[in-house]
């Protein structure tokens, strides 16, 4: 019993952290370095890799995610305080929402079939599927869900996400969420909500807000099975040749105009890029291990850790005083390493004043400027004049 008294808490997380910022190919490489090396807030650690692989098959994934959600508040606090520019469409958003969420689902990789308990489990199993929800404000994950089952529909998740939406909320979904039963309780919880239109979707016109060459904004009234009685509001916005439909609970276009909901839902794409750092940076695609704990306690760890990356990128876009979306979160962690070179040779002491020094620009925190994109001659705030249709 007594590893447990040794591997607590404090030890368990350095240790987890430690394995991820490091990308420690395994256990076994992990105990040697935990035995030789000072690590995070802890000191060198005498354990077997026995003992260190038992702990992770033991040790409360709950815990981790306690640790995470205990965070959150005082990452977002931080995050609120800071003056770096933000999208005009989520500051837009923020004067009428509370919180902008956007969610999704994505597979876990295949289950590690080392470990006896699974190894009658066919090869290439999947460890189930996880559900996220990220704030587009402050570009934290707030909330995940896990299923078992890898090939799970979103829809499974519809109930998790009833319970966590709060009234003044504004949320982002894709279209592996198209329930308009889903919606209409969304809608009558005080919950807004955006996603894009299947094309098989029958409506019939109400009004018209808006019609031009590259924009129509309309309240619409569903006409087929659909289940949801609310009026809604189709938006349909022309990029190049191409239109693309946006189907949204908020009628009142003084709220938000055609062009900033528009904008608000290309901004989903940051949940997109939060799995992709997840899974290929910070190796959530590797699992450790074959158990159900393990698998949880490697994904509350990835998401904590995926944070706190976050919360030191949003500080260097701060420091630089440029949007976040400027910063690139993969050369951030690949910046640390440079960083701890030179904190040990006493030639830094803080990672953001390093970062955002200009003899480091080469580090490529700070992506480089496209060519500037044509823009609409519509403002995203341009308040919209009712047409008769």
């Known amino acids: 019993k007594l590893r447990d008294r040794i591997l607590g808490l404090p030890v368990m997380l350095a240790v987890v952290l430690t ?7 395994s256990v076994h490489e992990l105990t040697r370095l935990i035995c030789r090396e000072e690590f995070l807030w802890c000191r060198w650690l005498k354990v077997s890799q026995q003992a260190l692989s038992k702990r992770f098959l033991n040790f409360p994934a709950e815990i981790f995610k306690r640790v995470f959600l205990d965070l959150l508040p005082l990452l977002k606090q ?8 933000q999208p005009e469409s989520i ?36 460890a189930g599927k996880i559900c996220t929800v990220i704030d ?11 299923h078992k ?70 309240i619409i009234q569903l006409t087929g099975k659909e289940g949801c009685p609310h009026l809604l509001r189709l938006i349909e916005i022309r990029f190049g040749k191409t239109w693309y439909r946006y189907l949204t609970s ?26 992709l750092i997840a899974k290929r940076l910070l190796d959530l695609s590797y699992l450790w291990t074959g158990s159900e704990n393990g698998v949880m306690l490697q994904v509350w760890a990835t998401w904590l850790f995926y944070a706190v990356l976050v919360d030191l990128g949003d500080a260097v876009a701060e420091e630089l ?15 640390l390493y440079h960083f701890s070179v030179a904190y040990t040779k006493v030639l830094a002491e803080d990672p953001v004043t ?28 341009q308040p919209q004049v009712e047409t008769k249709p």
């Open 136 to 146: 587009l404000v402050t570009h934290h994950p707030v909330q995940c869900w896990e």
């Open 78 to 85: 931080r995050a609120l305080e800071r003056t770096r520019p």
């Open 321 to 335: 005083k440029a949007p976040f979306d400027r910063i690139s979160l993969e050369m951030t962690f690949r910046g």
């Open 91 to 126: 500051t837009l958003a923020q004067k009428h929402f509370s919180d902008i969420f956007a969610v999704d689902g994505s597979c876990l990789e295949a289950l590690f079939r080392k470990l006896n308990s699974l190894k009658d489990v066919p090869a290439g199993t999947l």
């Open 149 to 218: 089952e890898p090939l799970a529909h979103d829809t499974n998740f519809i109930d998790e996400i009833l319970s966590f939406a709060k009234t003044g909320s504004l949320w982002l979904f894709d279209r592996g969420f198209y329930d308009f039963e889903f919606f209409g309780n969304l809608i009558n919880q005080g919950v807004a909500w955006i996603t894009r239109l299947k094309s098989n979707t029958k409506y019939k016109v109400k009004s018209v807000l808006l019609i031009s060459s590259h924009i129509r904004d309309q």
């Open 19 to 25: 394995m991820l910022w490091r990308q420690v190919p």
């Open 354 to 381: 390093y970062f955002a020094a200009p003899e480091n620009k080469d580090l490529g925190i700070l992506k480089r400027q496209r060519q500037a994109v044509h823009k609409s001659r519509i403002s995203i705030e």
């Open 250 to 275: 908020i009628t009142d276009p003084s709220l938000l105009s055609a062009l900033a909901i528009a904008d608000l839902y290309r901004r989903r794409w940051r949940i997109e890029e939060a799995f």
